[in-house]
């Protein structure tokens, strides 16, 4: 009878450790490794991106889901599996007391012998059966345990990813600043973001007399009421080009059309730096 668990046991301490260890959030830097500057040079791996942080955290709030219900479940059969050994614990001790009192039974009438027999046969049975439940709990305890360890493991493999990852992130982030330097230091490109999906785009060194001079243009992606003339409603738009240059109308056009290509958006900043180009020796001849 001494084999049956009480509450209090290391089994239940078990069971215990096993549901706390299931609310153990998600790092808080999950999302945030994700999150990198815009890349407005590069359209095609801003989007990336972008579509990539929205799985991870799609990803990151179904396992939180799953973990959830997987431990309501195990907490569920935990608790009903010590509700059940309490109650044969405490049908052990109401046979240990019928057997007792069958004992003085025994003492007192020999006549009952027979009857004392019987008695403790369907006692063996019982106490046979209560063993058996017993062992039926520790082979779900034992299952639990591996299941833990198989979850764990999983959470630490994907806590790799999730580093290697950022890691690939950080240097993509890396390279686009080495990029945007290389093109201010020889181009005299300068991008700066001034809203969502928006940026502006601001060419020096054009004008030999006046190297610092800026010739400037707001480029955005996605409906713009206030556009220019000739924009899209979806797509790029150019909300603001100082000084305004005639084939703007036209350059936006292409750039749409080809928006899904990886050389389109570089291929649009190059036109308007040749357009602005071709402006100025227009005011020269003028």
Not at 4 to 18: L, Q
């Amino acid at each position: 009878m001494a084999s049956v668990v009480a509450c209090g046991s290391p089994m239940a301490n078990n069971a215990s450790s096993f549901a706390q260890g299931f609310n153990t959030p998600l790092p808080s830097s999950f999302a945030q490794g994700l999150k990198s500057p815009p890349q407005a040079f590069r359209a095609e791996a801003f989007e990336r991106v972008v579509v990539r942080a929205g799985m991870y955290c799609d990803a990151e709030a179904r396992v939180v889901k799953w973990r959830k219900d997987l431990l309501s479940e195990a907490s569920f059969d935990a608790q009903q599996g010590l509700r059940e050994l309490s109650q044969e614990r405490s049908q052990v001790k109401d046979l240990q007391t019928d057997l007792a009192g069958v004992q003085s039974l025994v003492d007192a009438a020999s006549q009952l012998e027979a009857g004392g027999a019987r008695l403790a046969e369907v006692l063996q049975t019982s106490s046979e059966a209560a063993c058996s439940r017993v062992e039926k709990v520790a082979v779900v305890r034992n299952e639990l345990h591996d299941m833990c360890e198989k979850l764990q493991h999983g959470l630490q493999v994907e806590e790799q990813n999730n580093a290697q990852q950022r890691e690939a992130a950080d240097a993509q982030h890396a390279e686009a600043l080495k990029l945007l330097e290389t093109y201010k230091d020889r181009l005299g490109l300068t991008i700066t973001r001034v809203a969502p999906q928006t940026v502006r785009m601001a060419f020096t060194l054009l004008v030999a007399s006046d190297p610092a001079q800026e010739f400037v243009f707001t480029l955005g992606l996605g409906a713009q009421q206030d556009a220019l003339p000739g924009d899209a409603s979806e797509g790029y738009h150019v909300c603001e080009c100082i000084p305004h240059v005639p084939e703007l109308e036209k350059l936006l056009a292409e750039l749409n059309a080809s928006a899904s290509s990886a050389t389109a958006l570089p291929c649009f900043v190059c036109s308007m730096r040749r357009s602005f180009l071709k402006l100025i020796n227009v005011e020269k001849v003028l």
